[in-house]
């Protein structure tokens, strides 16, 4: 199986998000149904969650059309650095998302 999570991230998929799972969840209800995780894989750090929430809050507050422009100009910049300061200062204790590959036991 190869799941995937969202970690940090506003609301989406409304009205259906329910749920955010931590490395440690994810491990534990898989291995509780009988799966052997293989690996967990973290998708960016602090820096890529602090520039998806810049990025997110930038998205819902520019609404006019005309600002359209300035808005993708925003957006890129703000994806750009902080991917940049993801990579040169890697920490992912908080991560955007969690990839999971795991194998039934069974």
């Not at 149904?33 to 507050?61: E, K, M, P, T, Y």
């Not at 750009?80 to 300061?85: E, H, M």
């Not at 990579?87 to 991560?95: F, I, K, L, S």
Request: hydrophobic fraction near 40%; charged fraction near 15%.
């Amino acid at each position: 199986m190869l799941l995937s999570a969202p970690m940090t991230w506003r609301h989406h998929e409304e009205p259906y998000d329910f749920f955010r799972y931590t490395r440690y969840g994810l491990r534990y209800l898989l291995e509780s149904v009988g799966f052997q995780v293989q690996s967990i894989c973290h998708a960016g750090g602090v820096w890529r969650v602090v520039g998806q929430n810049l990025a997110s809050a930038i998205d819902g507050a520019i609404q006019m059309s005309a600002l359209r422009l300035i808005k993708m100009g925003l957006t890129a910049s703000t994806n750009t650095l902080f991917a940049f300061l993801d990579r040169v200062n890697p920490n992912d204790e908080n991560t955007c998302n969690f990839a999971v590959l795991a194998h039934k036991t069974n």
